[in-house]
């Protein structure tokens, strides 16, 4: 994942299909931070007072927004960070699912749970809001990733302070306007462009209750830390290298376009892509050919027509000479590359690649590589492939493939992640939760324990 603390070169777009920088953004003043945080605080007094019937009347039109402008949303994601126009129309319908989701089930989510007392009276948990949060975001779904945190915690009563990455500048804009045209009032939701060290003055103001990132692990723990020290309740969302294991097929084709399809969504800059792809002996050379082929013929194409058979820029001139960089010390180091070729104009394109023969000594085996590399394994036993699959510091998500079901879910049931599928990349939807365990982070998003994370659970007891 992105480093979401402020780059060298401040918030600005700069387009990767071209290297050019297009608009600079100033940072915000320290005065300025300042009056963000007190129009949230007096933002949270108000929003809290609301019905949670009313605040989720004006989250649906939050998410009727996100339906009715996704082409205009999607053309400024495909500038910022190369997102294909189609995914950012896609992404643009997810995020009104989202708001939608919580709008139609926070009331429900956040309704009173009775507890049976032994004392003589009724006792009761009641979900309260908590007050205001900061969310830091990421590039690589620059809507979605804010949709999931600020969806649930605005119906639920708390605010929203979004301090959004550096190459999105346009895209957390067009959020707060949006937030703005719905209704939602002054205050309750703030876009910032901050720096390192005001995100930490953010964090520690006593008007802050909790923060949210979703990064890479080095911005995970420097943030956790903040807010450690500061008492803070933190969710992180942080990397993932997905195993990703097929133990048997009955339609080989079907299998690479489904394996590819997934590793190439977004440019392969997703958190729960299916990094390491773990296949059994016996089907492994036809996999791996499948895969090549649809590498070598895959051509670069402009946002606008990306899709099959065409590949966006990543998100940036330094994410693709990091990716490539990774790419040479595997190989240095004895793996075998196909494709995988930075572009020689300054651009952010590097061509779909297979990257096999990968050894537990080799660096690329304990790395995330976030881009167009589908990286597989050979393996001759269940046993093996769970063991390979486990061997990672990584958790977040995985799937298994088989025909028999049964013996595909007996693996899924022993993957060490936060998110286990059969016979499916993942599972996915504003209902179903997303997030991980070891060093992908903890908490979780979506469905209805992403309203559990930043709520009071009150206690509520009445006597007889």
Not at 132 to 138: D, S
Not at 260 to 274: D, I, S
Request: hydrophobic share 40%; glycine share 10%.
């Amino acid at each position: 994942m992105s480093n979401v603390g402020s780059a060298a070169g401040g918030y600005r777009v700069e387009n990767p299909a071209t290297g050019e920088v297009v608009e600079k953004f100033d940072n915000a003043t320290d005065e300025e931070v300042q009056q963000i945080l007190e129009s949230a605080h007096k933002g949270y007094l108000s929003w809290r007072e609301k019905t949670i019937e009313e605040r989720a009347a004006i989250v649906n039109k939050v998410a009727a927004l996100f339906g009715e402008r996704k082409e205009e949303l999607a053309k400024i994601i495909a500038e910022e960070m190369g997102k294909p126009t189609a995914e950012g129309e896609e992404e643009a319908e997810f995020c009104e699912a989202i708001f939608n989701y919580y709008a139609d089930n926070g009331p429900k989510f956040a309704a009173d749970e009775p507890i049976e007392s032994f004392s003589g009276g009724k006792a009761f948990i009641q979900r309260r809001p908590v007050g205001t949060l900061l969310g830091i975001m990421p590039w690589n779904f620059p809507y979605y990733q804010v949709a999931r945190f600020a969806a649930p915690n605005l119906v639920l009563g708390n605010t929203i302070i979004l301090k959004h990455a550096e190459i999105c500048p346009r895209s957390s804009a067009k959020i707060a306007e949006l937030m703005k045209e719905a209704g939602i009032p002054e205050g309750v939701y703030s876009n910032v462009y901050a720096t390192h060290e005001q995100i930490e003055t953010i964090i520690a103001d006593d008007r802050v209750e909790g923060v949210s990132l979703t990064g890479s692990e080095r911005a995970g723990s420097a943030v956790a830390a903040t807010a450690g020290k500061y008492l803070k309740k933190a969710v992180l969302e942080l990397g993932g290298s997905d195993p990703y294991i097929i133990l048997d097929t009955d339609d080989m084709n079907e299998a690479v376009d489904t394996a590819w399809g997934t590793r190439l969504y977004n440019t392969g800059q997703v958190c729960n892509a299916n990094k390491r792809m773990i296949v059994m002996d016996d089907i492994y050379d036809d996999f791996v050919s499948g895969l090549t082929e649809r590498a070598q013929s895959w051509e670069k194409g402009a946002p606008a027509e990306a899709g099959d058979g065409k590949y966006s820029p990543l998100s940036s001139r330094s994410a693709a000479e990091n990716l490539r960089k990774q790419l040479d010390r595997a190989v240095e180091q004895g793996a075998t590359l196909v494709g995988g070729e930075l572009a020689a104009d300054g651009s952010a394109y590097v061509s779909p690649a297979v990257l096999t023969g990968v050894t537990s000594e080799m660096d690329a085996y304990r790395e995330e590589l976030f881009g167009p590399v589908a990286t597989v394994y050979k393996v001759s036993s269940d046993d093996e492939a769970l063991a390979l699959a486990n061997d990672s510091r990584f958790g977040l998500g995985g799937a298994v493939f088989a025909k028999d079901e049964e013996r595909a879910a007996k693996l899924a049931q022993r993957l060490d992640v936060g998110m286990s599928n059969v016979n499916t990349p993942a599972g996915e939807g504003a209902e179903i939760p997303f997030g991980g365990t070891k060093r992908s982070g903890f908490g979780r998003e979506l469905g209805p324990y992403g309203m559990d994370e930043f709520v009071n659970k009150r206690m509520y007891y009445v006597a007889d």
